[in-house]
C-alpha cells in the first residue's frame, strides 16, 4: 500500500512570501488531515477535512492560511503570507474513516527567515 | 486545562529497565485512544491502539483508564531502539488530539 505523499519535503521562504504544500493521501482514505508540528511539541492540527468538506479548521489562523481538498483526494496547504513563526514541520495524515488511525506523510520542513 | 497532557521527560533508563508512562485527558467524550511514536525528525507512526480492557504487543502494554481518565504505555525490557518520542493520542467524534510527547531515551 503506498503511503501518505507530500511534497516538498523542505522550503526556505523569506517571511511575507507565500507558501503552497500539496498531499496525495492514501487511496480510499476519506479523512485527511493537516498538523502542524513546531520544534518539541506534539503535532497541532490546523484542519481536516472528510472527503472533500472541511469537519474542523478552528485552529486555522484563516488570515493567512487556507486548505483545500476540491475532488477529495488531493489536498493543498497555503500559507499567505508567512511569518517566522510559521517556521515548522507540516504534516498531513489521512485516515480511512474518522476516528481510525492516522497515517501520517514524511512532512514538510518550513523554515521562515 | 490541556486537552491532553503528557510529561514531557525525558525519562533515561538503562537498557533492558521498564519504564511506564501516563497520558490524562480531560475530555470525557473521547472514543479512541492511541499511542503513536515519533523518531527524531521523523514523523509519527501508529504504536498501538488502546482498548478498555488493556492491550498488549509484544513488550508494550497499553491501559485506559476513563474513570480516572488516563491512558498508559508500559514498554518491558526497553531497548536501545526504543529511544524516542511517544506521543498519547484520542480521537473523540470530530477530531484528533495529540499530546505534547514523551521523550524516552535508553543508554546502553
Known amino acids: 500500500e503506498a503511503g501518505v505523499a507530500q511534497s516538498p519535503r523542505y522550503k526556505i521562504i523569506e517571511k511575507r512570501q507565500s507558501v503552497a504544500f500539496w498531499c496525495n493521501p492514501i487511496?480510499?482514505?476519506?479523512?485527511l488531515y493537516w498538523y502542524q508540528q513546531i520544534l518539541g511539541q506534539g503535532p497541532k492540527l490546523l484542519i481536516q477535512?472528510?472527503?472533500?468538506?472541511?469537519?474542523?479548521d478552528s485552529q486555522l489562523p484563516k488570515d493567512r492560511f487556507s486548505a483545500e481538498r476540491l475532488k477529495g483526494v488531493d489536498s493543498t496547504l497555503k500559507i499567505q503570507p508567512a511569518k517566522l513563526e510559521d517556521s515548522a514541520v507540516y504534516l498531513c495524515?489521512?485516515?480511512?474513516?474518522?476516528?481510525?488511525?492516522?497515517?501520517f506523510g514524511n512532512g514538510t520542513r518550513l523554515t521562515v527567515t | 486545562r490541556k486537552e491532553v497532557e503528557q510529561d514531557p521527560g525525558p525519562f533515561n533508563v538503562p537498557e533492558g529497565a521498564t519504564v511506564a508512562f501516563n497520558c490524562t485527558y480531560s475530555?470525557?467524550?473521547?472514543?479512541?485512544f492511541f499511542w503513536y511514536r515519533q523518531d527524531c525528525r521523523k514523523e509519527p507512526k501508529l504504536l498501538m491502539s488502546v482498548y478498555s480492557s488493556g492491550n498488549e504487543d509484544g513488550r508494550f502494554t497499553a491501559q485506559l483508564n476513563r474513570a480516572s481518565q488516563y491512558i498508559s504505555l508500559l514498554i518491558r525490557d526497553s531497548k536501545l531502539s526504543d529511544s524516542a518520542t511517544y506521543l498519547c493520542?484520542?480521537?473523540?467524534?470530530?477530531?484528533?488530539?495529540f499530546g505534547s510527547g514523551t521523550r524516552l531515551s535508553i543508554r546502553p
Open positions: 493520542v484520542y480521537s473523540s467524534a470530530s477530531k484528533i488530539i
Open positions: 475530555n470525557s467524550a473521547s472514543q479512541s
Open positions: 487511496s480510499g482514505h476519506a479523512t
Open positions: 477535512f472528510q472527503n472533500n468538506g472541511v469537519v474542523d
Open positions: 495524515a489521512s485516515s480511512l474513516v474518522l476516528g481510525a488511525p492516522l497515517h
